[in-house]
């Protein structure tokens, strides 16, 4: 027995009957959107999608075979509603569907970032839960497709019926999610270990460290190409490693020496005091007041951030070095269509 604190749900413990007379409005069709959809009603289960009706996407999910609706509509005709578009207009599309959620709907989520900072409020008559995915939904429709699943998250944040919980696995299931995993969490650990995780190791973390070590050799005299392989284009073999065996896979796949200098040298740094801040701001809701503003101000650091990113060198040079490197799309792209 794995020794796991958090509570796992497979196959077994859901039952897809459980919302089998529903009508399920997924608002979206984008990543997660149709991903949810498309599983849904191959699952047996009553689909509308809602989107805007200049939404490119509407054809498409029409072609796909789905009914298409505006949000309002949708919501007002489903007894599950669930929230796909992006997190920032999650509060205005809210707004626009609220009538439509009835006593004892369901309003539900991919991520808990609107719930658990107060963008949202729904009443309290309506049960409020999370079923997310820990992968993109191109991965949550090709895995289900062959009869498997991606791992994912369920939470209850509001439970007005008494079946929150019992609906939430029922939709896991039916996604395809349980087949491989679903771990009960809550939306505020969602939420919190979701923005610490994406700011101080996956996102944030590993490109300061990838642009610091790049400039380090490059200012030292070393050529950027050079620097640009060994900081960046190498990560990927490090972190597919790490991915299908954690550090100890690795640590024994790379060169003695590698193991002893990085063992010896890695924590050099890292700033732990700066990722207890990140953490901080996280938890007493800073860093969700400043990204809410940003947004409200139409994002002119987002826009500075994101050009000063863009024109960094190691985007010019990996532009570059990667044109060189164009038979690895090729070579991915066939290891994807299945042998048989
Ligand atoms: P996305 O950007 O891929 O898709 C958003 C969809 O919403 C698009 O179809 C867009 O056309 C539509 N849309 C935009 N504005 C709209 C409006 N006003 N009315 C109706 N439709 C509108 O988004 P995504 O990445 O699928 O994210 C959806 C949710 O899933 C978010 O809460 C996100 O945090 C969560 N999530 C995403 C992933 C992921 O890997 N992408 C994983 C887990 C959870
Ligand atoms: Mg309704
Ligand atoms: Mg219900
Ligand atoms: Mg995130
Ligand atoms: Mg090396």
């Not at 604190?5 to 413990?13: I, N, R």
């Not at 900072?117 to 999370?130: A, K, L, S």
């Not at 030292?220 to 972190?239: D, Q, S, T």
Request: one cysteine or more.
């Amino acid at each position: 027995m794995t020794d796991i604190s958090a509570p796992v749900y497979y196959d077994d413990d859901a039952d897809v009957s459980t919302i089998e007379t529903e009508t399920v409005a997924v608002l979206g069709y984008g990543s997660q959107g149709h991903a949810h959809a498309l599983n849904l009603n191959d699952s047996g289960i009553d689909v509308i999608v809602g989107l805007r009706e200049d939404s490119d996407s509407w054809a498409e999910a029409e072609d796909a075979g789905l009914r298409v609706e505006t949000p309002d509509v949708a919501a007002a005709a489903a007894d599950r509603v669930v929230m796909l578009v992006p997190d920032t207009i999650q509060p205005a599309v809210y707004e626009a569907i609220k009538d439509g959620l009835e006593a004892g709907d369901t309003l539900q989520f991919a991520h808990g970032f609107n719930i658990h900072y107060g963008q949202i409020e729904p009443d309290e008559d309506v049960d409020v839960t999370m079923v997310a995915p820990k992968s993109p939904g191109h991965l949550v429709r090709r895995t289900y497709e062959r009869g498997e699943g991606t791992p994912g998250l369920m939470a209850v944040y509001q439970d007005a019926t008494g079946n929150a919980e019992a609906e939430a696995l029922a939709y896991a299931k039916a996604l395809g999610c349980t087949r491989a995993g679903v771990i009960g969490t809550t939306f505020q650990e969602e939420v919190e270990t979701d923005l610490f995780g994406e700011q101080a190791v996956l996102c944030g973390g590993v490109t300061e460290m990838v642009k610091a070590g790049f400039e380090t050799l490059v200012d030292a005299g070393y050529a950027p190409e050079m620097a640009y392989f060994e900081c960046l284009n190498e990560l990927k073999l490090i972190v597919d490693l790490m991915y299908e065996g954690g550090n100890m896979e690795m640590w024994n796949s790379v060169s003695d020496t590698a193991e002893y200098g990085g063992l010896t040298r890695g924590e050099e740094v890292i700033n732990r005091e700066g990722m207890e801040e990140i953490l901080e701001d996280v938890q007493n809701g800073e860093f969700a007041r400043e990204w809410i503003n940003e947004n409200q101000a139409n994002r002119p650091s987002y826009k500075q951030y994101r050009a000063a990113e863009q024109s960094h060198q190691v985007e010019q040079v990996g532009g570059e070095l990667r044109k060189l490197f164009a038979w690895d799309d090729e070579e991915e792209a066939s290891e994807e269509v299945p042998a048989d």
